[in-house]
């Protein structure tokens, strides 16, 4: 399978506007939407999870379990406000329970890192005006006495199944403007 994700990390010395500018002067980009969330990683005392490249990220109300390599989501659920499941027991039946009750036994989830994300969403278009990428910029702040108070900037590229070579050209155009490749997840900084 080709690849059709990619992971770029902004060095902070790079304005990511600039290379968000680079990137619509050599490629059609609509914007979807820009949204703001607060979101809390957790994880066992002993980081079961993160041993196993997987991370649980809960933002407002929706858990998610994705794949570090390549932040593709392995689980998700929705839950009421105000539920806080502390324990693989905890959560509702579903792909997501069955996966934590694997990894993490009778250990207790635990917030490890809260962080604000700030996410511009755009379609890159093709001369047809087809979507042939969906490009994200991430730019999150850890809190709570993290390691870093510096901006934390990744570009996420997922092509269109289809579309890989747009996906190598967007890519090479925002290495040229400073994007580098993302070797740490925010959650490592954290």
Known sequence: MKNRVCLLRLPASVDPRGVWDKA??????????ETVQ???F?????????????V?????KRYHLYRLQDRETVASLSL???????FSTDFPEGPLKKILQTYLSVRALLPLAHAR????TMRVLNRNEKTVVF???EQSRLADGARTDEPFNTLVLRAVRGYEKHLRRLDRSLRDAGAQS???????AA
């Open 24 to 33: 619509a002067s050599t490629h059609t980009c609509k914007p979807i939407d």
């Open 38 to 40: 607060d979101q809390t």
């Open 42 to 54: 957790l994880d066992t005392f002993d980081w079961r999870l993160f041993n196993r490249n997987l």
């Open 56 to 60: 649980l990220l809960k933002d407002q």
């Open 80 to 86: 009421p406000r105000g539920t806080e499941p502390v």
């Open 117 to 120: 994300t700030r996410r511009q």
């Open 135 to 137: 490009a994200s910029l």
């Open 182 to 188: 993302r070797t740490e997840d925010l959650f490592h």
